[in-house]
């Protein structure tokens, strides 16, 4: 099993900075690749950027240049800056990880709230 639990989340003004982290335990040797998804009120889940076990990343091309995706292997963490925020940015973010056998794990969420 593989926990995750995100943290971060707040309500910041159009053009400010967040950053979430993601914090994984249990048999995190399994994990290889992770994401950042986020799903705003009436719409669905979709991917925000994601970073492979070689560290490799993939960004929607919503957050391009806004945000980055990083990963710090000996805190066990992945976390999401988010820079020059935008009301559409306002989302529930989620933590996921793909282990080596094929199976997903999910994070409970952060609020991201984007408004003056």
């Known amino acids: 099993q593989v926990q995750l639990v995100e943290s971060g989340g707040d309500l910041v003004q159009p053009g400010g900075s967040l950053r979430l982290s993601c914090a994984a335990s249990?048999?995190?040797?399994?994990?290889?690749?992770m994401g950042w998804y986020r799903q705003a009120p009436g719409k669905e889940r979709e991917l925000v950027a994601a970073?492979?076990?070689?560290?490799?990343?993939n960004y929607a091309d919503s957050v391009k240049g806004r945000f980055t995706i990083s990963r710090d292997y000996a805190k066990n963490t992945m976390y999401l800056q988010m820079n020059s925020l935008k009301p559409e940015d306002t989302a529930i973010y989620y933590c996921n990880a793909d282990t080596i056998y094929g199976t997903h794990y999910w994070g409970k969420g952060t609020l991201v709230t984007v408004s003056s």
């Open positions: 249990g048999i995190i040797f399994r994990i290889n690749d």
């Open positions: 970073i492979t076990s070689g560290g490799a990343t």
